[in-house]
């Protein structure tokens, strides 16, 4: 939507759109073919109006891609950091699985120390036994 901006200095005008036609109010109408958009208003602006609109596009532009860099920036940022999350996340896991699984050799040597123990306990009860009974 264009706005239509009087011109209060008395600079010179410059056609922002060749080959339309200028109406008593300063408003340029689009000489077209097409009778529907013969009547769309074309503003005129001085030089300065179109150096200030372009400077203004020029940081939209630059804007734009400054954006677009962080976006992508981070993008990979993030995705390195899950890399790596998810890397040491694993490795965690694996050094736990190997701390319980050392736990499990030395319950299962405990309870091979403990049967043995059990066993030589019972032997000796069964032969003092064997003993009281025979004297």
């Known amino acids: ?3 239509e901006v009087a011109d209060r200095t008395n600079k010179r005008m410059k056609p922002s759109v060749e080959g339309n036609e200028t109406t008593d109010s300063g408003i340029e109408v689009a000489k077209d073919a097409d009778e529907e958009n013969a009547s769309i208003p074309v503003l ?3 030089e300065q109006m179109e150096a200030e609109i372009a400077n203004i596009f020029q940081k939209m532009e ?3 891609n400054l954006v677009s860099e962080l976006l992508e920036s981070g993008k990979s940022m993030l995705k390195d ?4 999350f998810e890397e040491r996340l694993i490795q965690i896991h694996k ?3 190997e701390k319980w ?3 499990i050799k030395e319950v299962r040597l405990l309870d091979t120390a403990n049967e043995e123990a059990d066993s030589l306990l019972l032997n000796a009860k ?3 036994q064997n ?5």
């Open 1 to 3: 939507m264009e706005i």
């Open 44 to 46: 005129m602006a001085s």
């Open 62 to 64: 630059h804007f734009t």
């Open 81 to 84: 950091l899950s890399n790596e």
């Open 95 to 97: 050094e736990q699985m």
């Open 101 to 103: 699984q050392e736990e």
């Open 126 to 128: 069964t032969l003092l």
């Open 131 to 135: 003993v009281h009974g025979e004297s």
